[in-house]
Protein backbone atom coordinates (compact mmCIF):
# COMPACT_ATOMS: atom_id res chain seq x y z
CA UNK A 1 0.00 0.00 0.00
CA UNK A 2 1.34 3.40 -0.50
CA UNK A 3 2.03 5.72 1.75
CA UNK A 4 -1.11 7.93 2.21
CA UNK A 5 -1.53 11.29 3.43
CA UNK A 6 -4.64 12.00 6.19
CA UNK A 7 -4.93 15.75 7.04
CA UNK A 8 -7.79 17.28 9.51
CA UNK A 9 -8.93 20.80 9.05
CA UNK A 10 -8.86 21.89 12.47
CA UNK A 11 -11.19 24.72 12.08
CA UNK A 12 -13.91 21.76 10.98
CA UNK A 13 -12.46 19.07 13.53
CA UNK A 14 -15.49 19.02 15.86
CA UNK A 15 -13.51 16.85 18.53
CA UNK A 16 -15.62 13.77 18.76
CA UNK A 17 -12.81 11.08 18.23
CA UNK A 18 -14.79 9.53 15.90
CA UNK A 19 -12.00 8.97 13.36
CA UNK A 20 -10.15 7.45 16.65
CA UNK A 21 -12.69 5.23 18.06
CA UNK A 22 -13.51 3.67 14.00
CA UNK A 23 -10.23 3.84 12.66
CA UNK A 24 -9.54 0.02 12.57
CA UNK A 25 -5.21 0.36 12.31
CA UNK A 26 -5.08 2.89 15.56
CA UNK A 27 -3.86 5.52 12.48
CA UNK A 28 -5.13 8.23 14.93
CA UNK A 29 -4.51 9.75 18.24
CA UNK A 30 -6.89 11.79 20.26
CA UNK A 31 -3.86 12.93 23.23
CA UNK A 32 -6.91 14.30 25.80
CA UNK A 33 -10.60 14.95 25.27
CA UNK A 34 -10.75 18.24 23.98
CA UNK A 35 -7.63 17.84 21.63
CA UNK A 36 -8.03 17.90 17.68
CA UNK A 37 -7.30 13.85 16.43
CA UNK A 38 -3.68 13.83 15.27
CA UNK A 39 -2.51 11.62 12.84
CA UNK A 40 0.37 9.36 14.65
CA UNK A 41 1.10 6.40 12.10
CA UNK A 42 -0.35 6.79 8.82
CA UNK A 43 1.79 3.83 7.18
CA UNK A 44 -1.02 1.73 9.04
CA UNK A 45 -3.48 3.07 6.93
CA UNK A 46 -5.11 0.19 4.96
CA UNK A 47 -7.38 3.05 2.63
CA UNK A 48 -10.39 1.67 4.26
CA UNK A 49 -11.67 4.78 4.24
CA UNK A 50 -13.84 4.96 7.19
CA UNK A 51 -12.12 8.37 8.56
CA UNK A 52 -13.80 10.60 5.43
CA UNK A 53 -16.87 8.42 5.62
CA UNK A 54 -17.68 9.15 9.03
CA UNK A 55 -16.34 12.06 10.26
CA UNK A 56 -19.87 14.11 10.47
CA UNK A 57 -17.56 17.42 10.16
CA UNK A 58 -15.99 16.43 6.83
CA UNK A 59 -12.79 17.65 8.56
CA UNK A 60 -10.57 14.94 7.16
CA UNK A 61 -9.03 14.72 3.76
CA UNK A 62 -7.39 11.53 2.40
CA UNK A 63 -5.16 10.72 -0.63
CA UNK A 64 -6.78 7.79 -1.62
CA UNK A 65 -10.27 9.35 -1.59
CA UNK A 66 -10.18 12.58 -3.84
CA UNK A 67 -13.11 14.24 -4.78
CA UNK A 68 -16.31 12.27 -6.27
CA UNK A 69 -14.84 9.25 -4.16
CA UNK A 70 -16.85 10.25 -1.03
CA UNK A 71 -20.09 10.00 -1.46
CA UNK A 72 -23.11 10.87 0.75
CA UNK A 73 -25.41 7.60 2.13
CA UNK A 74 -29.10 7.48 1.15
CA UNK A 75 -30.44 5.78 3.64
CA UNK A 76 -34.01 5.69 1.90
CA UNK A 77 -32.33 3.33 -1.08
CA UNK A 78 -31.15 0.94 1.73
CA UNK A 79 -33.91 -1.90 1.86
CA UNK A 80 -36.08 -2.70 4.40
CA UNK A 81 -35.33 -5.70 6.88
CA UNK A 82 -37.69 -7.42 5.26
CA UNK A 83 -36.58 -7.11 2.28
CA UNK A 84 -33.23 -8.23 3.30
CA UNK A 85 -35.08 -10.83 4.71
CA UNK A 86 -36.68 -12.16 1.90
CA UNK A 87 -34.05 -11.14 -0.67
CA UNK A 88 -32.38 -13.96 1.17
CA UNK A 89 -35.18 -16.49 1.67
CA UNK A 90 -35.93 -16.36 -2.26
CA UNK A 91 -32.50 -16.90 -3.31
CA UNK A 92 -31.96 -19.96 -5.14
CA UNK A 93 -29.28 -21.82 -7.06
CA UNK A 94 -30.45 -21.81 -10.79
CA UNK A 95 -29.15 -23.79 -13.34
CA UNK A 96 -31.66 -23.65 -15.87
CA UNK A 97 -30.66 -20.80 -18.53
CA UNK A 98 -32.70 -19.15 -20.97
CA UNK A 99 -30.61 -19.37 -24.46
CA UNK A 100 -30.40 -15.24 -23.90
CA UNK A 101 -26.97 -13.00 -23.36
CA UNK A 102 -26.74 -11.22 -20.09
CA UNK A 103 -25.36 -7.63 -21.11
CA UNK A 104 -22.19 -6.54 -20.26
CA UNK A 105 -23.77 -3.90 -18.43
CA UNK A 106 -25.19 -6.60 -16.16
CA UNK A 107 -22.34 -8.00 -15.63
CA UNK A 108 -20.50 -5.11 -14.53
CA UNK A 109 -22.74 -4.47 -12.25
CA UNK A 110 -22.75 -7.88 -10.92
CA UNK A 111 -18.93 -7.24 -10.65
CA UNK A 112 -19.20 -3.97 -8.96
CA UNK A 113 -21.31 -5.41 -5.73
CA UNK A 114 -18.31 -7.99 -5.42
CA UNK A 115 -15.74 -5.47 -4.63
CA UNK A 116 -17.88 -3.84 -2.01
CA UNK A 117 -17.65 -6.80 -0.16
CA UNK A 118 -15.15 -6.75 2.96
CA UNK A 119 -11.49 -8.05 2.49
CA UNK A 120 -9.11 -8.95 5.04
CA UNK A 121 -6.95 -5.78 5.85
CA UNK A 122 -9.06 -4.36 2.68
CA UNK A 123 -6.54 -5.76 0.51
CA UNK A 124 -9.58 -6.00 -2.18
CA UNK A 125 -7.63 -9.33 -3.73
CA UNK A 126 -9.88 -10.16 -6.02
CA UNK A 127 -9.49 -10.36 -9.44
CA UNK A 128 -12.70 -11.01 -12.07
CA UNK A 129 -12.85 -13.10 -15.22
CA UNK A 130 -16.05 -13.22 -17.45
CA UNK A 131 -16.23 -15.97 -19.94
CA UNK A 132 -19.05 -15.71 -22.59
CA UNK A 133 -17.64 -17.80 -25.37
CA UNK A 134 -19.45 -21.48 -25.98
CA UNK A 135 -16.56 -23.03 -26.93
CA UNK A 136 -14.64 -21.99 -23.83
CA UNK A 137 -17.06 -23.42 -22.04
CA UNK A 138 -17.27 -26.57 -23.43
CA UNK A 139 -13.41 -26.83 -22.41
CA UNK A 140 -13.98 -26.05 -19.57
CA UNK A 141 -16.37 -28.75 -18.44
CA UNK A 142 -14.44 -31.57 -20.73
CA UNK A 143 -11.51 -30.59 -18.73
CA UNK A 144 -13.78 -30.57 -15.61
CA UNK A 145 -14.99 -33.93 -16.07
CA UNK A 146 -11.60 -35.24 -17.20
CA UNK A 147 -10.55 -34.98 -13.92
CA UNK A 148 -13.37 -35.74 -12.11
CA UNK A 149 -13.41 -39.14 -13.87
CA UNK A 150 -9.81 -39.83 -12.46
CA UNK A 151 -10.96 -39.19 -9.35
CA UNK A 152 -13.91 -41.38 -9.93
CA UNK A 153 -11.47 -43.97 -10.79
CA UNK A 154 -8.99 -43.82 -7.42
CA UNK A 155 -12.04 -43.48 -5.54
CA UNK A 156 -13.16 -47.36 -7.50
CA UNK A 157 -10.29 -49.02 -6.75
CA UNK A 158 -10.09 -50.82 -4.17
CA UNK A 159 -6.81 -50.47 -2.94
CA UNK A 160 -6.81 -46.95 -2.97
CA UNK A 161 -9.79 -46.64 -1.81
CA UNK A 162 -8.15 -48.10 1.44
CA UNK A 163 -4.92 -45.72 1.68
CA UNK A 164 -6.88 -42.26 -0.17
CA UNK A 165 -8.64 -41.67 3.49
CA UNK A 166 -5.34 -41.64 5.48
CA UNK A 167 -2.73 -40.09 2.68
CA UNK A 168 -4.80 -37.94 0.23
CA UNK A 169 -4.64 -34.73 -0.24
CA UNK A 170 -7.32 -32.70 1.89
CA UNK A 171 -8.98 -31.77 -0.50
CA UNK A 172 -9.23 -36.10 -2.46
CA UNK A 173 -10.59 -36.42 0.92
CA UNK A 174 -13.36 -33.93 0.63
CA UNK A 175 -14.27 -36.16 -2.55
CA UNK A 176 -14.69 -39.69 -0.70
CA UNK A 177 -18.02 -38.97 0.30
CA UNK A 178 -19.04 -37.67 -3.23
CA UNK A 179 -19.06 -40.66 -5.27
CA UNK A 180 -22.02 -41.00 -5.93
CA UNK A 181 -22.43 -37.33 -7.25
CA UNK A 182 -19.13 -37.77 -9.22
CA UNK A 183 -20.90 -41.30 -11.06
CA UNK A 184 -24.19 -38.77 -11.54
CA UNK A 185 -21.91 -36.22 -13.14
CA UNK A 186 -20.41 -38.31 -15.10
CA UNK A 187 -23.51 -40.21 -16.43
CA UNK A 188 -25.20 -37.00 -17.53
CA UNK A 189 -22.13 -35.80 -18.66
CA UNK A 190 -22.10 -38.78 -21.24
CA UNK A 191 -25.81 -38.33 -21.83
CA UNK A 192 -24.97 -35.44 -23.66
CA UNK A 193 -26.07 -32.31 -20.80
CA UNK A 194 -23.70 -29.80 -19.08
CA UNK A 195 -23.75 -30.88 -15.70
CA UNK A 196 -20.34 -28.72 -15.49
CA UNK A 197 -21.64 -25.20 -16.26
CA UNK A 198 -25.06 -25.85 -16.88
CA UNK A 199 -25.22 -23.38 -20.00
CA UNK A 200 -25.00 -20.23 -18.76
CA UNK A 201 -25.09 -16.72 -20.32
CA UNK A 202 -21.79 -15.89 -18.87
CA UNK A 203 -19.28 -17.51 -16.12
CA UNK A 204 -17.56 -15.44 -13.61
CA UNK A 205 -14.22 -16.61 -12.08
CA UNK A 206 -12.77 -15.12 -9.06
CA UNK A 207 -9.18 -15.12 -8.66
CA UNK A 208 -6.75 -13.79 -6.88
CA UNK A 209 -2.53 -13.81 -5.53
CA UNK A 210 -2.26 -16.51 -3.35
CA UNK A 211 0.44 -14.41 -1.38
CA UNK A 212 -2.21 -11.97 -0.20
CA UNK A 213 -3.47 -13.62 2.98
CA UNK A 214 -7.05 -14.66 3.16
CA UNK A 215 -7.45 -14.06 -0.60
CA UNK A 216 -9.59 -17.26 -0.77
CA UNK A 217 -12.16 -15.96 2.10
CA UNK A 218 -12.64 -12.31 0.59
CA UNK A 219 -13.42 -13.95 -3.23
CA UNK A 220 -16.08 -15.98 -1.37
CA UNK A 221 -17.60 -12.99 0.12
CA UNK A 222 -17.32 -11.01 -3.31
CA UNK A 223 -18.83 -14.29 -5.05
CA UNK A 224 -22.23 -13.95 -2.62
CA UNK A 225 -22.59 -10.02 -3.05
CA UNK A 226 -22.32 -11.04 -6.62
CA UNK A 227 -24.75 -14.06 -6.54
CA UNK A 228 -27.44 -11.23 -5.08
CA UNK A 229 -26.74 -8.68 -7.10
CA UNK A 230 -27.08 -11.51 -9.83
CA UNK A 231 -30.56 -11.92 -8.30
CA UNK A 232 -31.48 -8.40 -7.96
CA UNK A 233 -31.28 -7.80 -11.61
CA UNK A 234 -33.69 -10.71 -12.65
CA UNK A 235 -30.85 -12.88 -13.06
CA UNK A 236 -30.45 -16.87 -11.94
CA UNK A 237 -27.12 -17.92 -10.67
CA UNK A 238 -25.27 -20.74 -9.21
CA UNK A 239 -21.88 -21.66 -7.23
CA UNK A 240 -19.44 -23.97 -10.40
CA UNK A 241 -18.12 -25.98 -7.56
CA UNK A 242 -16.84 -28.96 -9.85
CA UNK A 243 -15.08 -26.15 -11.82
CA UNK A 244 -13.95 -24.40 -9.19
CA UNK A 245 -12.30 -27.95 -7.64
CA UNK A 246 -10.71 -28.82 -11.34
CA UNK A 247 -9.59 -25.42 -12.07
CA UNK A 248 -7.52 -25.52 -8.25
CA UNK A 249 -5.78 -28.68 -9.43
CA UNK A 250 -5.67 -28.76 -13.34
CA UNK A 251 -3.08 -25.87 -14.49
CA UNK A 252 -4.12 -26.87 -18.11
CA UNK A 253 -7.86 -25.23 -16.80
CA UNK A 254 -5.80 -22.00 -15.47
CA UNK A 255 -3.88 -21.62 -18.23
CA UNK A 256 -6.99 -21.64 -20.72
CA UNK A 257 -8.84 -18.81 -18.61
CA UNK A 258 -5.21 -17.19 -18.58
CA UNK A 259 -5.14 -17.24 -14.65
CA UNK A 260 -1.82 -16.01 -13.82
CA UNK A 261 0.57 -18.18 -12.33
CA UNK A 262 0.53 -16.55 -9.06
CA UNK A 263 -2.92 -16.36 -8.90
CA UNK A 264 -5.76 -19.22 -7.57
CA UNK A 265 -9.20 -19.75 -8.45
CA UNK A 266 -11.23 -19.30 -5.09
CA UNK A 267 -15.10 -19.05 -6.84
CA UNK A 268 -17.15 -19.34 -9.83
CA UNK A 269 -20.49 -18.06 -10.57
CA UNK A 270 -22.25 -19.55 -13.62
CA UNK A 271 -24.99 -17.04 -14.66
CA UNK A 272 -27.68 -16.19 -16.86
CA UNK A 273 -31.69 -15.83 -17.50
CA UNK A 274 -33.68 -18.43 -15.24
CA UNK A 275 -35.91 -20.60 -17.34
CA UNK A 276 -38.21 -20.96 -14.66
CA UNK A 277 -39.63 -19.26 -11.73
CA UNK A 278 -39.53 -20.44 -8.17
CA UNK A 279 -43.00 -19.70 -6.41
CA UNK A 280 -42.25 -20.77 -3.21
CA UNK A 281 -39.66 -20.25 -0.71
CA UNK A 282 -38.62 -23.10 1.64
CA UNK A 283 -37.19 -23.58 5.18
CA UNK A 284 -34.14 -24.24 6.52
CA UNK A 285 -33.26 -26.51 9.00
CA UNK A 286 -32.86 -24.50 12.43
CA UNK A 287 -29.71 -23.21 13.01
CA UNK A 288 -27.28 -25.29 15.37
CA UNK A 289 -25.89 -22.55 17.95
CA UNK A 290 -24.45 -22.64 21.25
CA UNK A 291 -24.81 -19.20 23.05
CA UNK A 292 -21.91 -18.35 25.38
C1 LIG B 1 -19.10 -24.29 -2.43
C2 LIG B 1 -20.29 -24.64 -3.27
C3 LIG B 1 -20.14 -25.43 -4.38
C4 LIG B 1 -21.23 -25.75 -5.18
N1 LIG B 1 -21.04 -26.43 -6.33
C5 LIG B 1 -22.08 -26.66 -7.15
C6 LIG B 1 -21.88 -27.28 -8.42
O1 LIG B 1 -20.76 -27.61 -8.83
N2 LIG B 1 -22.96 -27.50 -9.19
C7 LIG B 1 -24.22 -27.13 -8.81
O2 LIG B 1 -25.15 -27.37 -9.57
N3 LIG B 1 -24.44 -26.52 -7.61
C8 LIG B 1 -23.39 -26.26 -6.80
N4 LIG B 1 -23.59 -25.59 -5.61
C9 LIG B 1 -24.94 -25.17 -5.22
C10 LIG B 1 -25.51 -26.03 -4.09
O3 LIG B 1 -25.85 -27.29 -4.59
C11 LIG B 1 -26.71 -25.29 -3.49
O4 LIG B 1 -26.29 -24.07 -2.94
C12 LIG B 1 -27.44 -26.09 -2.41
O5 LIG B 1 -27.96 -27.28 -2.91
C13 LIG B 1 -28.58 -25.27 -1.78
O6 LIG B 1 -29.49 -24.84 -2.77
P1 LIG B 1 -29.77 -23.28 -3.03
O7 LIG B 1 -28.46 -22.63 -3.40
O8 LIG B 1 -30.77 -23.24 -4.14
O9 LIG B 1 -30.31 -22.70 -1.77
C14 LIG B 1 -22.51 -25.29 -4.81
C15 LIG B 1 -22.66 -24.47 -3.68
C16 LIG B 1 -21.56 -24.14 -2.93
C17 LIG B 1 -21.74 -23.21 -1.75
Request: contains cysteine; aromatic residues 6%.
Amino acid sequence: MNVVEITIDPDKCNRDAICVLTCPEAVFLQSDEFAIPEVVQPALCVACGHCVAICPAGAITHSQFPPGSIKPVDRQEIPSVRQVEHLLQTRRSIRAFRDRPVSREQIEQIIDAARFAPTADNTQSTQYLVVQDKDIFRRISQITVDYLSGIVRMLRNPILARVLPVLAPARIKDTLGMLGDLEMVLRSTRGGKDWILHDPAALLVFHASTRISLSDVNASLALHNAALMAQSLGLGCFYAGYFLVAAQERKELRDLLSIPPTHQVYGALAIGYPLFTYHNWIERRPPRVIWL
